[in-house]
């Protein structure tokens, strides 16, 4: 069964028990309404004989006026007799022991349906009966009586409003039933096909919600979702983007040194290359597969450290004796570029607290980077302690870096736009993401700023070691 039918069978069932259950309960509550009102009127007639001290005769004139309208009297004595009308034979009421008791404690007994006892009439009634005390004492007491089929026109009068009442009532709750379940179905039926579009692939899809309900709580749930799906659609497409550059970079970086060994394995197969060349043809080729190496080795550490497969072995490093070291191994890279490394201490005892390996490694990245992007400038090392890090800073003075730019260097397979590149150090654009890995490995943290045309500043935050505890 659809969904609309089920909320429509819901609404309806709910609206029905409802009709039901209030009809029932009105339709007592007004016959005891009517009852109620008869007893007093009759009561009331009673009380009115006794109250006014009315003679036979008195009795007699009110007998003739009600009895047009239905009403009967009959007096008894206090041994149950009747005494008037005047009937032949000796009648008696019905009352029982208990109820003839009531009234000899001055209750009057209320309405009472036994429509065959009223003497003298074949008409159904429905009675009461009131005490007469005179001085006190008990005298009998006064049967007053209604035609049954008064109260029951009455009753059946109140049946019938009631009935049109709720036919009425229930006519709008088909109908405002039918409206509710349309209105449900429908908002359900707007998630449903935006889930189809998401389905299909378009995570663009959003749902309306001006609605505080828990169905506009889905709709805002489903907007997030659907607002992360693209998000991470579009990261996906971009990290594949980035992927397929990096194997066409893969190749080309593999291609090319692959193809200079061939050309000189093949030289040196069949006697082309002069003696006094081969020595340097050995040495290209071995430049060559080091560069293929060093091309493995870096995808083979990125995934190592993603995948946390590497132990560091932590030391207190000589923060000064690394940088000088790092100064003396760069410079003659930086100098090929025209470019000069300073070292700048500004606490010369610090003591860095790291994989001596590792940290090598992630300064290295840093400086060929700098040297990379810049030319004819200054490359400075500098060293300080900040709260509980050491801090190590890398700064240039070369081309920089757009906001765009700086939000992408530590995506893997990165690489910076080709025009601004120097062939010669032209990287995989795994290094600044093993960089990344490596810091974070640490514990640390690694920050960088930059302007066009107004250098580059990359700061590496290492936590001090834990002091040991007794």
């Known amino acids: ?30 016959t005891n309404q009517i009852y109620d ?5 009759l009561l009331g007639y009673a009380q009115t004989i006794v109250s006014d001290d009315m003679d036979l005769t008195e009795i007699e004139q009110s007998f003739t006026l009600l009895q047009a309208n239905g009403v009967r009297f009959a007096i008894f004595a206090a041994n149950n007799q009747l005494i008037y009308p005047q009937m032949s034979g000796n009648f008696v009421s019905s009352l029982s022991e208990e109820d003839i008791a009531q009234l000899k404690e001055n209750r009057a007994i209320s309405l009472r349906h036994q429509p065959l006892e009223f003497p003298g009439s074949n008409v159904q009634m429905v009675n009461v009966y009131y005490p007469v005390f005179t001085e006190g004492t008990f005298n009998g007491f006064i049967m007053v009586g209604s035609p ?23 006519l709008f709750g088909v109908l405002f039933s039918y409206l509710i379940a349309r209105y449900f179905t429908k908002r ?33 749930n489903f907007n997030q979702m659907t607002q992360a799906l693209e998000i991470s659609n579009q990261e996906i497409t971009r990290q594949e983007n980035l992927r397929n550059q990096f194997m066409m970079d893969v190749a080309h970086e593999m291609r090319t040194p692959l193809t200079t ?27 060559e597969t080091k560069r293929l190496i060093r091309l493995v080795n870096d995808n083979l550490d990125y995934e190592k450290i ?7 072995t932590k030391t207190k490093i000589n923060g000064a004796e690394l940088l000088n070291d790092l100064q003396m191994l760069m410079s003659e890279i930086a100098a090929e570029r025209q470019d000069k490394i300073k070292v700048t201490l500004l606490n010369p005892n610090e003591k860095i607290y790291a994989d001596y390996d590792r940290l090598k490694q992630i300064l290295v990245n840093i400086i060929k980077n700098a040297i ?34 700086l939000n992408n260097i530590w995506e893997r397979f990165y690489k910076i ?54």
């Open 1 to 30: 069964m659809k969904l609309f039918y089920q909320q429509l069978v819901a609404f309806l069932s709910a609206i029905i028990i409802t009709i039901v259950l209030g009809g029932w309960l009105s339709y007592r509550f007004f």
């Open 261 to 287: 060994m061939i050309g000189l394995i093949e030289g040196l197969e069949y006697d082309m290359i002069p003696p006094d060349k081969r020595g340097r043809s050995l040495q290209l080729m071995s430049s």
């Open 417 to 470: 736009d080709a025009s601004r590149q120097n062939k010669k150090y032209s990287q995989s654009g795994i290094g600044l993401a093993l960089v990344k890995l490596l810091v974070t490995a640490h514990n640390g943290k690694i920050e960088v700023s930059s302007k066009p045309e107004h250098g580059t500043r990359v700061t590496v935050y290492l936590p001090h070691a834990k002091p040991v505890e007794d």
């Open 188 to 220: 359900i039926s707007t998630i449903q096909k935006a889930t189809e579009e998401i389905k299909t692939g378009n995570y663009a899809v959003r749902l309306p919600t001006d609605r505080k309900d828990e169905l506009g709580e889905l709709s805002d």
């Open 372 to 405: 990379q992007f810049t030319e004819n400038g200054t490359i400075t090392l500098t060293l300080s302690s900040e709260n509980d890090y050491s801090v190590i800073a890398v700064i240039d003075t070369g081309i920089g870096m757009s906001q765009e730019v």
């Open 37 to 41: 009102n008869y007893s007093q009127q």
């Open 306 to 312: 993603r995948a946390n497969q590497i132990t560091l």
């Open 148 to 170: 049954v089929s008064d109260l029951r026109n009455e009753q059946q009068a109140i049946r019938n409003l009631i009935i049109l009442v709720f036919s009425i009532v229930l």
